[in-house]
């Protein structure tokens, strides 16, 4: 009788007895087998896709050089057309060459001078990044 109650004591969870060893061809011992591979090859997907985010994160960290480098040549450039700028005789253009509305002209000149500087800057950069893939 006790064995009766050891047969028929099953786990919940894996739908194993507990009790007693599992016997060779247990259909319910092979169907938690393919379950624990299933999880374990669900687990290599998931590593994977680790990898391969850490991947794209390199590749994201190069793009954020890219687009910081192109932050400050863009700046840089509109402070060298600001001071250029500086230079020119707003007098004969304007009465009150210091009024808003002068500077407000000067600084989109500024910001068009130095944007279409910045713009001749990088593509000769983008250009040079792909003569040395060339020459390699």
């Known amino acids: 009788m006790t ?3 050891r047969e028929q004591s099953y786990d919940a969870a894996f739908g194993m007895n507990l009790a007693t060893p599992p016997r060779d061809g247990d259909s319910r011992f092979t169907l938690d087998m393919s379950a624990f591979a299933r999880q374990t090859r669900e687990q290599k997907r998931i590593k994977d896709g680790v990898r391969r985010l850490s ?3 390199g590749m994201w960290n190069i793009t ?4 910081l480098f192109s932050i400050v040549v863009e700046l840089l450039s509109i402070f060298f ?3 250029l700028l500086q230079e020119v005789k707003w007098e004969t253009f304007f009465q009150f060459p ?5 500077r407000m002209l000067q600084v989109l000149l500024a910001v068009a001078i130095g944007h279409l500087f910045a713009g ?6 983008g250009y040079s990044v792909m003569l040395r893939s060339f020459v390699e």
């Open 55 to 57: 991947d794209l994160s």
């Open 3 to 5: 064995a009766c109650l």
């Open 120 to 125: 001749f800057i990088l593509q000769y950069w």
């Open 64 to 67: 954020g050089v890219e687009g």
């Open 98 to 102: 210091r009024r808003p509305k002068a």
């Open 81 to 83: 057309a600001w001071m």
